[in-house]
């Protein structure tokens, strides 16, 4: 084998798998969300049930860095509103992985007011944070901070 060929085999081998870690690095954040979306994959004989663990688990690994990146206030220090923490609770707690003020408002009986400022109080403490779906709409999710927090106050 010689040199030329060596390389070809090594770049073909290892196109795949570098491109993963690429697409994983760019939609870090979006990763899980969209890991809890896909009820069911079959690969090459393999089929893999309930992502929702796999999406945990790839947030808590990738997350792990950024607590501190992100100078994330200590979980002792932050303190919840009995509001906040019900929106907050609605959010995780809910089948969703991202969730609008309506959905919300709805599912906790609070008006869409409270919520949306809820939102802003929540986003300032470092547990939520804001996109857009395909659609452009606005949505939230809880940052791994805002995991922690309301595991550690229920």
């Given at each position: 084998?010689?040199?030329?060929?060596?390389?070809?085999?090594?770049?073909?081998?290892?196109?795949?798998?570098?491109?993963?870690?690429?697409?994983?690095?760019?939609?870090?954040?979006?990763?899980?969300?969209?890991?809890?979306?896909?009820?069911?994959?079959?690969?090459?004989?393999?089929?893999?049930?309930?992502?929702?663990?796999?999406?945990?688990?790839?947030?808590?690994?990738?997350?792990?860095?950024?607590?501190?990146?992100?100078?994330?206030?200590?979980?002792?220090?932050?303190?919840?509103?009995?509001?906040?923490?019900?929106?907050?609770?609605?959010?995780?707690?809910?089948?969703?992985?991202?969730?609008?003020?309506?959905?919300?408002?709805?599912?906790?009986?609070?008006?869409?007011?409270?919520?949306?400022?809820?939102?802003s109080e929540l986003i300032a403490k470092g547990l939520?944070?804001?996109?857009?779906?395909?659609?452009?709409?606005?949505?939230?999710?809880?940052?791994?901070?805002?995991?922690?927090?309301?595991?550690?106050?229920?």
């Amino acid at each position: 084998m010689d040199w030329l060929t060596f390389w070809a085999e090594a770049i073909k081998a290892l196109s795949w798998p570098v491109s993963i870690v690429i697409v994983a690095a760019i939609f870090k954040k979006e990763l899980p969300a969209m890991l809890r979306n896909i009820k069911r994959i079959k690969a090459g004989g393999v089929e893999i049930e309930r992502l929702e663990k796999v999406a945990e688990a790839v947030e808590s690994k990738l997350d792990e860095g950024d607590d501190n990146e992100e100078g994330d206030q200590p979980e002792d220090s932050v303190q919840l509103t009995q509001t906040e923490q019900k929106v907050l609770s609605a959010i995780i707690e809910s089948r969703f992985a991202m969730r609008s003020v309506t959905g919300v408002s709805k599912e906790t009986g609070l008006n869409r007011a409270t919520v949306n400022r809820t939102y802003s109080e929540l986003i300032a403490k470092g547990l939520l944070e804001q996109t857009r779906n395909s659609e452009g709409k606005l949505r939230w999710y809880p940052t791994n901070l805002g995991r922690k927090l309301l595991a550690h106050t229920s």
